[in-house]
Antibody, heavy 117, light 106 residues
Framework: QVQLTESGPGLVHPSETLSLTCTVS????????VYWVRQPSGKGLEWMGR???????SYNSALKSRLSISRDTSKNQVFLKMNSLQTDDTGTYYC???????????WGQGASVTVSS | EIVLTQSPTTMAASPGEKVTLTCRAS?????MHWYQQRSGASPKLWIY???KLASGVPNRFSGSGSGTSYSLTINSMETEDAATYYC?????????FGGGTKLELK
């Protein structure tokens, strides 16, 4: 059974760094790519970046200067770090599995992040 | 990057009514995926590669389209179909989503 679970702090102060972990089960990180997608409160979905199955990374150009994605295959975990957070970074952050052709066939339950002082 | 525009933004349908949601791309894409998101829940893959239903999706749903114009159709609206639907393209990097159509029950 494919599962993805996001974890991390619910509250981050402005200008600080957000660190999130996506723990996966039911599939291998060396066989599938994992994406990070975020959703500002009450708004739509934004693709943030990906950890490819071969270890390569790609980022949304709008976030590239602030974003870093890495992984630990031995722990089945993918990590997201984003610095210089502002209030408009508040929202829910999801990790998803890319089956192929950009099909996001499994999603985590989401990590709610509030940026506030 | 390819911009996806969904219409309408919001709509309401009565039980039994036929519903069509549209998604237009700023450039031609090879296929379109659709996700359903109920209130307070994570998005779920609903339709992939334009017309293939994800596991567990009722066959009253269908998808069609090509090039820059795609649609999701519900043959007969049911209560459980009230949700927000997002289209998404993965054939051109980076992947992009439409702004969503919120479908309500009338």
């Amino acid at each position: 059974q494919v599962q993805l679970t996001e974890s991390g702090p619910g509250l981050v102060h402005p200008s600080e760094t957000l660190s999130l972990t996506c723990t996966v089960s039911g599939f291998s990180l060396t066989g599938y790519s994992v994406y990070w997608v975020r959703q500002p409160s009450g708004k739509g979905l934004e693709w943030m970046g990906r950890m490819r199955y071969n270890g390569d990374t790609s980022y949304n150009s709008a976030l590239k200067s602030r974003l870093s994605i890495s992984r630990d295959t031995s722990k089945n975990q993918v990590f997201l770090k984003m610095n210089s957070l502002q209030t408009d970074d508040t929202g829910t952050y999801y990790c998803t599995r890319d089956r192929y052709k950009g099909v996001m066939d499994a999603w985590g339950q989401g990590a709610s992040v509030t940026v506030s002082s | 990057e390819i911009v996806l525009t969904q219409s309408p933004t919001t709509m309401a349908a009565s039980p039994g009514e036929k519903v069509t949601l549209t998604c237009r791309a700023s450039s031609s894409v090879s296929y379109m995926h659709w996700y359903q998101q109920r209130s307070g829940a994570s998005p779920k893959l609903w339709i992939y590669e334009t017309s293939k239903l994800a596991s567990g999706v009722p066959n009253r749903f269908s998808g069609s389209g090509s090039g820059t114009s795609y649609s999701l159709t519900i043959n007969s609206m049911e209560t459980e179909d009230a949700a927000t639907y997002y289209c998404q393209q993965g054939s051109s990097y980076p992947p992009t989503f439409g702004g969503g159509t919120k479908l309500e029950l009338k």
